[in-house]
């Protein structure tokens, strides 16, 4: 797991979620399944305001799991919403930080795996 401040909070948060491991940036080879993958779309210094010490942060969220159906990637992708979709998070360095789901994915076949793309965005204020 990388040591990025929001991939640290966000794998905080989804401890309750039936997965067996969360990675950061790649899935390796032989993961066991279900597991889940974070990727920051945006970590740049354009992304902050200006005139304040406010953060807007868009994450990539993939389930992959050897079963598209309601036994295996929908529950997980449901309980990751239930944990991150409209809930605060506790982050590093910031005193406040909330998170909505801007884009649900829908299962597709990415050999051997099923995978769910999801993607949500956080506002955080700095300390």
């Known amino acids: 797991m990388s040591d990025h401040p929001f991939y640290t909070g966000v794998s905080s948060k989804l401890t ?9 940036d790649q899935l390796p080879d032989g993961a066991d399944m279900p597991s889940v993958r974070l990727a920051i779309l945006n970590d740049t210094p354009h992304q902050r305001l200006a005139s304040s010490d406010n953060i807007t942060l868009d994450m990539q969220i993939d389930v992959y799991a050897d079963r598209a159906d309601s036994t295996n990637a929908w529950p997980v992708d449901q309980s990751i919403r239930s944990a991150l979709d409209r809930q605060s998070i506790t982050v590093e360095g910031f005193s406040s930080v909330q998170c909505i789901c801007t884009k649900r994915g829908k299962p597709f076949k990415e050999k051997p795996y099923y995978r769910i793309t999801s993607e949500y965005r956080f506002f955080g204020t700095a300390k």
Do not use: D, K, Q
Request: glycine fraction near 0%; charged fraction near 20%.
């Open 16 to 24: 309750a979620v039936p997965i067996e491991r969360v990675y950061s």
